[in-house]
C-alpha cells in the first residue's frame, strides 16, 4: 500500500431525509469531499442487515446488503416510488441520529411497493442477479421471510422444528407460503447492489478505493449459522456450547460479551477452509481493501460458557493461527488485507501478524499511556503500518482530550508538541499524518472536532451507538482544504 490516508465515516452516519445514510447523493458528495481533501481511501463499516442493537457486527447475514443503505430518491427516479409515498412517512425528528425504529416500521413497506414494481419490469436483470449470487440469495431471503413469519425471533426460537431444522419438505411448503415475501427480499438486495456498484464505479473513477470491516465472527441470528451449523460449536439442539467475547480490559471491567457462536475449526479445516474463503469472496466483491477484525482470534480465541452474564468466566483457545491466515492471503493476492491486531497482545499474536506479513493497527489515543511504555508511539512504527487516531470504538480525539487521565494527555502534548494556537486536536492529527506508518486513517468527528456526542460506538454499553450522523452541509470546501493540505505536507495528498 503506498503511502495515503483516509477518513472513517460509516454508511449510516451521511445526512439524508430518509432517517439513515444512504449510498444516494449525500455518498456521492462524501467520495468528492474527500478527493478535494486529498484522501486515497473510505472507510466503513460492515454493510449487512442489522437486528437487535442496530449493531453491525450483528448481522443477518454476511453477504446480504442492508436494505436500510438503499437510496429512496434513487428508487423515486427509477419509477419505483412516488414523491407521495416518500413524503407521507415520518422518519424522524432528530436528523443528527439514526431513528431505526422510524425505519423498521416505514423502510420495508416501501420496499414491498418497489418491488411489486420493478419486479417483472427487471425480470431479466434480477435473473442474472440471482444466478450470480446463487451461493447465498436464496437461502437469505428465505431465512429472513420465515423470521419476519415468526415475529423476527432468532431461528433457534422457531416454533417449526421442521424449518428450523430445515427438513426439505418444510423448506419447499415455506418458499411457496412465503413467496411474495421472498421476492421482497431478493429485489431488495438486487436493488442494494445495484446502488452499490454504482456508487463504488463512482469512488474509483474520483481515485477513492474502498475499505471494507470483515467481523470475524457472524451472528448466532443469521442466514450462515442456519444454512451451516456443521462450522459452528452448537449442541444437538443448535444452541452454542460458549460464546465469543474478549476478558476485562481498558473498555469493560467485566470483558465484552459478544454472544457469537465460535467455530468449529477442525469441520472447517476439512473443508479446506471453503467457507472462509467464501466469505472473503464476497466481501471482495464489495471492497478494495479489507480489515479483518479482532485479528487475534485467529491466534486464541476468547470462549466464554453459553449463558454467561459476562465475560469474565472465559477462557483463552487456540486458534487456527497461519493454517487459516496462509489460505486466505494466497487465495486473495489481489486483496489488501488489514489485521486489526488490538487488544490483549502476546508474543503468539506478534508472530502470526509477522507471519502473515499484513500491516497491523496503531492506534493514537492508546499510545500515551503515562503509566507503561506503549508500542503505539508513532516513533516505534515501522512502515508497514495503519496509524487510526481512533476506531469507531474509541471516542472522537475532542472527547478523548477531556476524558482521559490528565497525564495522559500530558503525555501527547509533550510528546506532539501540542500547542493552544495550532490546537491540540490539530497536533494529533499532524502526529499521526507525519508518521511512517504507510496508511493514516482519522474519524470524520476528529476533523470537525466533535465530542462525545458523536461516538459511534461505546463497546459493553446497548444503547446509544451507531446512531451519530453528519448533517447536511457540515462538510465544506475549506475544511476538505484544510485537510488536503495536511496530506500534502507530510506526502499522502493523492494526486
Known sequence: MKRSCGIILPIFSLPSPYGIGTLGQAAYDFIDFLKAAGQSWWQMLPLGPTGYGDSPYQSFSTYAGNPYFIDPELLLRDGLLTREELSSVNWGSDPSRVDYGALYNHRFPLLRKAAARGWERDHEAVQAFMEKNARWLSDYALY????????????????????????????????????????????????????????????????????????????????????????????????????????????????????????????????????????????????????????????????????????????????????????????????????????????????????????????????????????????????????????????PLSAWLQTADPEDVAFAVKYLGLNEDEGYLQGILRGGMGSVAELFVAQMQDYLGLGAEARTNAPGTLSGNWQWRLLPRQLNAKLAHQIAELARRYGRKAV
Open 144 to 395: 429472513m421471510a420465515v423470521k419476519a413469519h415468526f415475529g423476527m425471533k432468532p431461528w433457534t426460537q422457531w416454533p417449526d422444528d421442521a424449518i428450523r431444522l430445515r427438513e426439505p419438505v418444510a423448506m419447499e411448503q415455506y418458499r411457496r407460503m412465503l413467496a411474495e415475501d421472498i421476492r421482497t427480499l431478493i429485489y431488495a438486495q438486487f436493488l442494494f447492489f445495484r446502488q452499490w456498484n454504482a456508487l463504488c464505479d463512482y469512488a474509483h473513477k474520483q481515485g477513492i478505493g474502498i475499505i471494507g470491516d470483515l467481523p470475524i465472527y457472524v451472528s448466532m441470528d443469521s442466514a450462515e449459522v442456519w444454512v451451516e451449523p456443521q462450522y459452528f460449536q452448537l449442541d444437538s439442539k443448535g444452541y452454542p456450547t460458549e460464546v465469543a467475547g474478549v476478558p476485562p480490559d481498558s473498555f469493560s471491567e467485566s470483558g465484552q460479551l459478544w454472544g457469537n457462536p465460535l467455530y468449529d475449526w477442525n469441520a472447517m479445516k476439512s473443508d479446506g477452509y471453503g467457507w472462509w474463503i467464501r466469505r472473503i469472496d464476497g466481501a471482495a466483491r464489495l471492497f478494495d481493501a479489507i480489515r479483518l477484525d479482532h485479528f487475534r482470534g485467529f491466534e486464541s480465541y476468547w470462549a466464554v460458557p453459553y449463558g454467561e452474564a459476562t465475560a469474565q468466566n472465559g477462557r483463552w483457545v487456540k486458534g487456527p493461527g497461519m493454517d487459516l491466515v496462509g489460505v486466505l492471503v494466497n487465495w486473495f493476492p489481489h486483496i489488501q488485507f488489514i489485521a486489526e491486531d488490538l487488544g490483549y497482545l502476546t508474543r503468539e499474536v506478534r508472530q502470526l501478524l509477522a507471519d502473515s506479513g499484513l500491516p497491523g493497527m496503531k492506534v493514537l489515543e492508546f499510545a500515551f499511556d503515562s503509566r507503561e511504555p506503549s508500542n503505539y508511539l508513532p516513533h516505534l512504527y515501522s512502515s508497514h503500518c495503519v496509524c487510526y487516531t481512533g476506531t469507531h470504538d474509541n471516542a
